[in-house]
């Protein structure tokens, strides 16, 4: 399936406030564009090595699924003040796959303090390949989820934002600098 516009779950824990929110996003996109779920739980992927790794039929499905997008929304656990070692594993491994597209994010935290956390994948992404990053992120910490889901109106209004201007800025969006 070729899909325009991703979500991509990186959470690996089944309970995840991420995941919550990245399903959210993608109930946001599933009946205006075309768009695929991807949880990185449904992929088991190898430890990036700077080698043989690169091989991996899992990586190759993967990277060829970023590659096809034109928009990403990288939905995303916040553990020491940066994101998961999931996600970025995923951009070592996948790497230039993600030249050139519209990536936002999604963040969950269980704290108000790590909201810049996520700028260092940001400014990776960026600046090695050239992606337009949304500065609009969401972050939500614990207080913002229940067992059912996102009991936080504030964060669901926020990712419908943020659904609505990645739509926006994708069909905007012609190859950045």
């Given at each position: ?10 959470s690996?824990?089944p309970?995840?406030n991420?995941?919550?929110?990245g399903?959210e996003?993608?109930a946001?996109?599933?009946s ?29 499905k ?6 096809n ?8 656990p ?7 070692a999931a ?10 796959a993600?030249s ?14 790590s ?25 939500a ?27 926006s ?9």
């Amino acid at each position: 399936m070729k899909s325009e516009f991703l979500v991509i779950s990186c959470s690996l824990n089944p309970e995840s406030n991420s995941r919550k929110m990245g399903r959210e996003a993608f109930a946001q996109f599933e009946s205006k564009v075309e768009a695929e779920w991807i949880d990185l739980r449904d992929f088991q992927l190898p430890l990036c090595d700077g080698d043989a790794a690169y091989g991996h039929a899992n990586v190759g499905k993967l990277s060829k699924k970023i590659e096809n997008a034109k928009c990403i929304i990288v939905a995303v656990p916040i553990y020491n003040f940066d994101v998961n070692a999931a996600a970025k594993n995923l951009v070592e491994l996948t790497g230039r796959a993600w030249s050139e597209k519209v990536v936002g994010f999604l963040c969950a935290a269980g704290g108000k303090s790590s909201y810049m956390s996520v700028m260092s994948i940001a400014n990776s992404l960026m600046l090695d390949f050239r992606c337009l990053i949304i500065p609009k992120f969401v972050y939500a910490d614990g207080s913002s989820f229940d067992d059912e889901g996102i009991c936080d109106e504030s964060v669901k209004a926020r990712i419908a934002e943020l659904a609505k201007g990645a739509v926006s800025l994708t069909r905007q969006a012609t190859v950045p600098c």
